[in-house]
């Protein structure tokens, strides 16, 4: 799923998270409690992110290149 889609969704569930190329950031209050990351995991989890329209496949990793 692409980040914006990805972002919609959980913002739709009340989560707001950021997305930077296939990175998501997550980043509660200073001050938060264990009830708050479990929350935040609930909305995460409970989300249905899967696009209909995309294919369920795993994309491997694209090899390492040597530095020079």
């Known amino acids: 799923i692409r980040g914006y889609r990805m ?11 950021k997305t930077t190329g296939d990175a998501v950031i997550v980043a509660p209050a ?3 409690e264990r009830h708050h990351i479990d929350e935040i ?5 409970g989300a ?3 696009s ?3 294919p ?3 994309v ?3 090899p390492r ?3 020079r």
Do not use: C, M, W, Y
């Not at 972002?7 to 998270?17: E, N, S, W």
């Not at 995991?41 to 989890?45: F, G, L, R």
């Open 60 to 62: 491997p990793p694209e």
């Open 7 to 17: 972002q919609k969704a959980l913002f739709d569930r009340g989560l707001h998270i």
């Open 56 to 58: 369920t496949r795993a």
């Open 48 to 50: 249905s992110l899967r």
């Open 52 to 54: 209909d329209t995309s």
């Open 30 to 32: 200073l001050v938060a």
């Open 41 to 45: 995991v609930a909305i995460a989890d």
């Open 65 to 67: 290149r040597p530095n």
